[in-house]
Structures are given as C-alpha cells and as structure tokens.
C-alpha cells in the first residue's frame, strides 16, 4: 500500500516569504493531521481534518498558516508571511481510525 | 488532557530486552496507551495500543499496571533500527480524541 506522500521534501525561503506543502494521504483515509515538529520536540497538531471539514485547529496560527483539504483527499497547508521561527519539519499524516496513524516523511522548512 | 510522563533518554544494548516505561495517573477510563517512535529523519510510525489487557504484535509488547496509572513497552529484542525516540500518548475522551505527542523517551542501542 502506498503511504502518505509529502512535497517538497526540502524548502528555504526567506522571511516574510510565503510557501505552501501539499500531502496526499493514503487512499481511503478520511483523517488527516497536519502537525509542526520543531527540532528536538515533539510533534505538534496544528490542524485535523475528517473528510473535509476541520475538526480541530486549535493550534494553528491563523494569523499566518492556513490549511484545506479539497474533496476530502490531497491536503495544502500554506504559510504567509513566513517567520524564523516556523522553521521546522511539516508533517502530514492519515488515518482509517482513530489512534492508527500513517506520517508522510515530512517537509523540512528553513526560513532565514 | 490527560499527560504522560516519560524518561528523557535510555540506553540498551542490542539483543537484549528494552522496558520503556510511561506514568499517567490522570488517565481517563475511556482513553487508550498508544506508542509511536519516531527513528531519526522519518515521521513517527504506529507501533501498539492497549485499553486494559497487555498486548502483543510483531514489534512489541505492552504491559499495562492493573490501575491504568502505568504503562512499559517491551521490546524483546533490540536492535540498532530500533535507536528512535518512543512516544507514549494517550487518546481516547479524557484526550478529546486528538494524538497529542511529548518529548518522548530517546532510545539509544549499544552494539
């Protein structure tokens, strides 16, 4: 079975810039995570789709970060404008249950 | 939301046995123990989940104290792929249902 496929692996942008990731989960799956993993913490939800309706986005930094998920399916998740401190690894995940969760390999976002 | 509390880092030697423990005495009756790890540059991955009884699958075991308050993964045999940091996280209505991670327990395995 396919996993959850993530692009770009890499970007750099610099500040004030705006960027976007787009993840495709694993077919059939109607949960999908995007989490923001800083370096040398552990991962954090920023926002959680069922289908395509938010189900929680408490963390998500609306001022800035904005996400959707068209259909149900493909996920972008967008940043603008870009600080240093959103520098940091860009997760996606999916999943057919609650608790079983499939994570892409992650965008590794540098902002300088 | 119900916390778990974790050891920063272990270290094992390869082919013995690991017991990674978690505490969470505020946990909720209706909240599973789920574990994740996490090896370096990858995204975390599922490993085993439990409500009361110990659970068994091909990556490991899970042994859960009788009052909830406790958990250990087992893992019967390490080796040096299974160096990664081990997430204890629970889930379920006291969680709000959402896979919250911490820091984590970093496991290192000696060869």
């Known amino acids: 079975e396919a996993g959850v496929a993530q692009s770009p692996r890499y970007k750099i942008i610099e500040k004030r810039q705006s960027v976007a990731f787009w993840c495709n989960p694993i077919?059939?799956?109607?949960?999908l995570y995007w989490y923001q993993q800083i370096l040398g913490q552990g991962p954090k939800l920023l926002i959680q789709?069922?289908?395509?309706?938010?189900?929680?986005d408490s963390q998500l930094p609306k001022d800035r970060f904005s996400a959707e998920r068209l259909k149900g399916v493909d996920s972008t998740l967008k940043i603008q404008p870009a600080k240093l401190e959103d520098s940091a690894v860009y997760l996606c995940?999916?999943?057919?249950?609650?608790?079983?969760?499939?994570f892409g390999q992650g965008t590794r976002l540098t902002v300088v | 939301d119900a916390k778990t509390t974790q050891p920063n880092s272990m270290e094992s030697n390869e082919e013995e046995p690991v017991h990674l423990p978690c505490n969470h005495s505020?946990?909720?009756?209706?909240?599973?123990i789920h574990w994740y790890r996490q090896l370096p540059s990858q995204g975390p991955e599922y490993v085993i989940h439990?409500?009361?009884s110990n659970v068994n699958n091909r990556m490991a075991s899970l042994a859960i104290a009788e009052d909830r308050k406790s958990s250990t993964l087992i893992l019967h045999r390490a080796t040096l792929r299974d160096a990664a940091v081990y997430y204890c996280?629970?889930?379920?209505?006291?969680?709000?249902?959402?896979?919250?991670f911490g820091k984590g327990t970093l496991l290192t395995v000696n060869p």
């Open positions: 995940a999916s999943s057919p249950r609650v608790g079983e969760a499939f």
């Open positions: 077919s059939g799956h109607a949960t």
């Open positions: 789709f069922q289908n395509n309706g938010v189900v929680d």
């Open positions: 505020t946990i909720s009756g209706t909240d599973y």
């Open positions: 439990g409500l009361t």
């Open positions: 996280i629970l889930l379920g209505g006291g969680s709000n249902y959402k896979l919250t």
